[in-house]
Structure formats: C-alpha cells, structure tokens
C-alpha cells in the first residue's frame, strides 16, 4: 500500500497557533485600538453624565440609547478576549508570540482583573433591578 500523505515540514512548538496570534504592528489592530479609545473616551463622558446628570433616563426610556451602549459593551468584551491573542514584548524588548504565554501573561495581569470587571455589562443587570 502506498501512503498518500505528504510529508509536513518542520514546525518549531513556538510557532504553534501562529495564525492566531495578533502582533502588535498589524494595520487592523492599531485600528481597533483606535476605535477602542474612541469608546472608552466615550464612556469617560456618558457614564458619568448618564449617573450624576440624566440618572440613567436616556439609559432606561430610549431603546435605541440602551442597544447602543449595549453594542459598546460587546466591543470592549472582545477587546478582553482578543487581549489573549495579542504577542507582547517583554521587559526585554523581545517579542513573545507564544499563545500559552500571552495568555497566561494576559490571565495573571492586574489589567485582565480590571477589564473584566469593567466589561460586566451593568446596563443590563441594572435593567432587571428596576
């Protein structure tokens, strides 16, 4: 019997999951993180207006105004689960492109503890409140 397998060329383990991993000069990125500071600037002034000025009225009468902030709520919870994508340099200025070690250097970061309270989407547990 002849084996119709190809022979795969060698892969070093580092570059396993190599399609996957977003580095940090690709053109979209730097685009959505763009389009991230536009939403976090955003939340700098709705979140306290929304709180201190409206009391949540836009928040909780406008449809519209809640599916918004909704769709905003998605972005930045991508953003979290994109974080365990993105290579990273070190303190030593090296590239580190390995999936597991972006992910755990992601996993163990305060940032990560952060990001993930903050991307609890409180527009739609406040909702059930009331």
């Given amino acids: 019997m002849k084996n119709n397998k190809t022979p795969q060329p060698y892969q070093h ?53 809640f599916v918004f902030n909704f769709i905003l709520n998605l972005i930045y919870i991508a953003d979290l689960c994109m974080h365990f994508f993105r290579a990273y340099y070190d303190a030593n200025g090296i590239l580190v492109y390995e999936l597991r070690k972006i992910a755990k250097n992601y996993f163990f970061s305060v940032g990560f503890v952060l990001n993930l309270i903050a991307a609890f989407p409180i527009q739609v547990s406040a909702t059930t409140w009331i």
């Fill in 13 to 65: 383990p580092s570059l396993k999951g190599i399609n996957y991993v977003i580095f940090p000069r690709d053109k979209w990125i730097q685009h959505w993180d763009n389009l991230f500071l536009v939403v976090l600037l955003y939340y700098c002034f709705a979140i306290p207006y929304s709180i201190g000025v409206s009391g949540g009225y836009f928040m909780y009468q406008s449809v519209w105004w």
